[in-house]
């Protein structure tokens, strides 16, 4: 049974709050890349194919917080974060503050497969990239008025803003994907440009494995929402550990870290996850969650807000 699963993150994402029109390009966005996921699972490649393509779609379309619709910086670029692990070999790879690599999660595969390590940040990650061959943009590829628009407002409020708030205009989404293969191994992915009039090479929980993402050969694990309340949480790792430990299903391990542990202490957010029989879910606390997802024989599922 294959099947994938992506989100172009969560926040106060209200049904006033998009247009008829911004909501059928989010749509289509997130169609677009769970097609790209699910048929290369379905002509056999690897999970860890799957969730980088998946991620690589959402990297490429500015409609999202991360690669090209990456949110500015105090200082007015761009610091990008990525990673992603394969559950069958447990290794993984993240980059974190990159600024010049059109992709970051093809950067952060580079650190898995072509280093010793699991995470490097900037300045290293992108010569990593530069090395490698790894397409390279200058600044104004990933400059969106209204990201910068955002910057502004921002500054002028004097304090670093999550891309998760109820003005339609300031647009959402750290991205991600897991997928189990006909091989029955996992993985998953996950990108971010982190948060706006952010300050001093803030990291958040995406290039973290165990706090943003994780995979084993029990479950992959994609988080998105206020990263600092992931982090503390070990977030995606509880979810494996609860399953491990306790005996939980996926849906339940799931559920007890958004809606028991991250909602009661402020960390608003969700997470999309995968089990080794290829179920799916996709559970969040705040007011939506861009998600998809595809199971093996089925339909697509494309949603936004909470159903």
């Known amino acids: 049974m294959y099947a994938l699963a992506l989100h172009g993150g969560a926040g106060t994402i209200a049904r006033a709050s998009l247009s008829p029109a911004d909501e059928q390009q989010y749509r289509a966005a997130l169609e677009a890349a769970l097609t790209i996921g699910y048929n ?3 002509d056999g490649s690897a999970a860890l194919d799957a969730v980088e393509a998946t991620v690589r779609s959402l990297e490429d379309c500015p409609l999202f917080n991360a690669g090209r619709g990456a949110v500015f910086t105090h200082e007015g670029h761009h610091e990008m974060d990525a990673a992603l692990m394969d559950g069958h070999t ?3 790879g993240a980059v974190t503050g990159v600024r010049q690599v059109q992709n970051p999660i093809r950067a952060a595969r580079l650190v898995m497969e072509k280093t010793e390590h699991v995470l490097l940040g900037y300045p290293g990650a992108d010569e990593l990239a530069r090395e490698y061959g790894l397409p390279l943009q200058p600044a104004d590829y990933f400059f969106t008025q209204k990201r910068f628009d955002q910057l502004q407002a ?3 409020a004097g304090k670093m803003q999550l891309d998760h708030v109820a ?3 300031w647009k959402k ?9 006909q091989h029955g191994h996992l993985a998953a992915a996950t990108s971010t440009g982190g948060m706006t009039n952010k300050r001093y090479a803030r990291i958040g929980d995406t290039p973290l494995i165990g706090a943003g993402t994780w995979a084993d050969a029990r479950c992959a694990i994609s988080c998105t929402g206020n990263g600092e309340y992931f982090i503390r949480a070990v977030a995606s790792y509880d979810v494996a550990c609860l399953m491990e430990y306790k005996g939980l299903s996926l849906a339940e391990a799931a559920r007890i870290v958004v809606q028991d542990k991250l909602a009661p202490v402020g960390g608003e957010g969700g997470l999309i996850a995968i089990d080794a029989d290829g179920n799916t879910t996709l559970p969040f606390n705040s007011e939506g969650m861009y998600r998809a997802s595809r199971r093996e024989g089925e339909a697509g599922m494309v949603a936004i807000y909470k159903e």
């Open 40 to 42: 290369l699972l379905r």
């Open 167 to 169: 003005d339609p205009n």
């Open 173 to 181: 989404g750290t991205v991600g994907a897991v997928a189990r293969d």
């Open 90 to 92: 447990k290794l993984a």
């Open 154 to 156: 921002a500054i002028a």
